[in-house]
């Protein structure tokens, strides 16, 4: 059959009132259906979003910088693919007017108007929608991840400071960090949540962080079991509370008005001698006896003290006046508070007191939490060059003399 232009327009004019009535209706039900309308183009567009979604649920498995660019690389897709819509359907009826002259170009205007008005905002709507749930969906995921801490999160009232605070070099700050608006992070490791934060942003902890030196970075830090206001450098807690428990006992002599004070400190040490034993066995069988000579190795335990070191020697000009002291580390030990009793007593005057002094919790830490914080200084990579479970287990077998004169 030849060429019949009537037909031909008539098509065309169809094809696009079709097109725009089917637009129309697409925007009124909704994303989904414009596509559907759209054609072979809008299913494609359709199919590359879902990509899109699938890529970024893909991208949360494999880490949390993928979901923004799946994102963004499905928004792209989505407009490219509407906006080739529109012009592939501008070419399709342009392309009809141009063989029949002018009575298609009216059909064709409309219903590019109808797809680049109506039909690709539709879609960019939807890619748009898409993207910002996938950029929020890659947010929440990049904080489950990296457990990041904000300024304000230590200024609300909700925070809670866990025991161990790590300093990081502020030079060492992550991309990930700096893009979260975080200072720190917050982990667990072993059985210690550790918080983690910049040196230069350690002044949003309103604590004091103990000795004081110029730069913190890199030291790890354990809250003071007799004071939370107040974090200890690991690296010497045992020191510095050994130093201010010898400093209260300095104390207690002097406002009970000693003029003489010294504390010893001896070490409990265990002992192995080996031997053997020898002895007879007289066996008697059916009238008959004979003996039998035994040898056995024994070993045989021993505990002992090593010699006593003089730990402080004190002097005061003595009073008999006695004051009764602010305790804090001996505020619960009875040898201590007895003593204390006993010389405010004006009825029974004491001129010497010696007492044995358990130091088994002189950093006041139980050997769970000891090995604990080992565990989590390992994980850490940090090395403290001793173990605070070692550490315990010496202060186990130490024993104090504390004499005061007066």
């Not at 063989?99 to 109808?114: E, R, S």
């Amino acid at each position: 059959m030849g060429f019949n232009p009537l037909e031909e327009i008539g098509k065309a004019a169809n094809g696009a009132a079709q097109a725009a009535g089917e637009a129309a209706k697409a925007v009124a039900d909704g994303a989904n259906q414009a596509a559907k309308a759209a054609g072979g183009a809008a299913e494609q567009a359709g199919k590359m979003l879902n990509e899109g979604v699938g890529q970024a649920g893909k991208a949360i498995a494999d880490g949390a910088e993928q979901v923004a660019k799946a994102a963004n690389d499905g928004m792209a897709q989505v407009g490219a693919v509407a906006g080739g819509g529109v012009n592939q359907a501008a070419k399709i009826v342009g392309d009809g007017a141009a063989k029949l002259g002018g009575a298609a170009v009216d059909a064709a205007v409309q219903a590019k108007n109808v797809l680049q008005n109506n039909v690709a905002p539709a879609f960019q709507k939807g890619a748009g929608d898409a993207a910002r749930a996938a950029n929020h969906l890659a947010t929440e995921v990049k904080k489950a991840f990296y457990k990041p801490v904000s300024r304000e999160d230590l200024e609300s009232d909700w925070f809670v400071l866990p025991k161990m605070i790590e300093v990081v070099d502020a030079s060492e700050k992550q991309p990930a960090y700096m893009e979260l608006g975080a200072i720190g992070w917050q982990d667990k490791r072993g059985k210690i949540k550790v918080l983690h934060i910049y040196e230069d942003a350690l002044d949003a902890i309103d604590r004091e962080f103990y000795p004081v030196v110029a730069s913190r970075a890199g030291s790890v830090y354990y809250i003071d079991q007799l004071n939370s206001h107040r974090y200890i450098n690991l690296s010497q807690y045992i020191d510095v509370i050994a130093g201010e428990k010898r400093a209260e006992l300095l104390k207690i002599a002097y406002w009970l008005g000693a003029k003489h004070c010294h504390l010893e400190c001896r070490e409990e040490k265990r002992s192995v001698l080996s031997g053997n034993a020898t002895g007879k066995e007289i066996l008697r069988v059916k009238g008959t006896t004979s003996k039998r000579t035994n040898r056995t190795d024994i070993g045989l335990s021993r505990d002992k003290y090593s010699e006593a070191v003089t730990i402080f020697s004190q002097e005061y000009g003595g009073n008999d006046e006695p004051q009764r002291p602010e305790l804090h580390w001996y505020a619960h030990d009875p040898k201590i508070l007895q003593f204390i009793e006993a010389r405010c007593d004006p009825t029974n005057e004491i001129k010497e007191y010696r007492v044995e002094i358990s130091d088994t919790k002189a950093v006041t830490f139980d050997l769970n939490v000891a090995t604990s914080i080992d565990a989590a200084l390992e994980e850490m990579h940090v090395n403290m060059n001793f173990s605070f479970g070692g550490q315990v287990r010496d202060e186990k077998r130490r024993k104090l003399t504390f004499v005061v004169e007066f």
